[in-house]
């Protein structure tokens, strides 16, 4: 059974850290981009950051650029997002996704993407 699993959401204060971990079970991440999206309420499901599969080239939003850092560690099967001075506007749910490689740059639109998980909510607040 093909399955993405995110956790390490939960609460932090105006600029603290969290690190989401996003594992695959029943098939290998490290042959597919993989896609951070979160999505507030009343708000559309954004592009937060993803991971190419070709040489692990990565794209981040302007919102989150020298904040947040992917990565890799296909030894777990597993991707991160380190989110480093999370804000109140960081609150959202945030959903993990994979891509079959189209070209050597992971998209940012969460169409391309196939496979989701259920997502883990992430609360920035004092």
């Known amino acids: 059974q093909v399955q993405l699993v995110e956790s390490g959401g939960g609460l932090v204060q105006p600029g603290g850290s969290l690190r989401l971990s996003c594992t695959a079970s029943g098939f290998t991440l490290d042959y597919y981009d993989i896609g951070w999206f979160r999505q507030a309420p009343g708000k559309e499901r954004e592009g937060v950051s993803c991971i190419s599969s070709s040489d692990d080239s990565t794209y981040y939003a302007d919102s989150v650029k020298g904040r947040f850092t992917i990565s890799r560690d296909n030894a777990k099967n597993t991707v991160y997002l380190q989110m480093n001075s999370l804000k109140s506007e960081d609150t959202a749910v945030y959903y993990c996704?994979?891509?079959?490689?189209?070209?050597?740059?992971?998209?940012?639109?969460?169409?391309?993407?196939?496979?989701w998980g259920r997502g883990t909510q992430v609360t920035v607040s004092s």
């Open positions: 996704a994979t891509d079959r490689p189209r070209s050597l740059s992971c998209s940012a639109s969460p169409d391309e993407y196939d496979d």
